[in-house]
């Protein structure tokens, strides 16, 4: 299989991702399958009731990086195409803070390879993500919590 990378999409929104939208770009004819990522904002974190995130990023520098990562990805797996599509700004609960797409002709590849984007993406991606509860707020570093800001009960 050929890869598309041409084909591929990267990009921060301050408005809400249309997921369908994204799906329709990344499939093709050649493509069997297609596994979709829907990171989203949830209500509670570490044992605190979350009320909204916040997201900020180097712009610029995110992007790059997205794109390094598609490129990446198109020389580890046998896949077509790539979108990923972050938020930045203020998030309610339940909105989609990133969405990725990845299609290929065999499900195998698309499922290992939409795994390694998010894991790659949280890694190495200038995004940053305030969280902020009834008590207070904290910028989360993809790590648990330190022990005094954990709410009760929280792993």
Known sequence: MTTSAEHDRFELLRSPIDM???VREVRADQDGAIVTF???VRNESHGRRTLYLDYQAYESMALMKMREIGQSLHEK????RLAIVHRLGRLEIGETSVFIAVSAAHRAAAFDACRWVIDNLKQTVPIWKKEYFVDG????QG???????RGPGAP
């Open 20 to 22: 369908v939208a994204v």
């Open 38 to 40: 829907d990171g989203f």
């Open 77 to 80: 797996f046998a896949v077509h």
């Open 137 to 140: 707020a904290v910028w989360a």
């Open 143 to 149: 790590e648990p919590f330190p022990p005094e800001v």
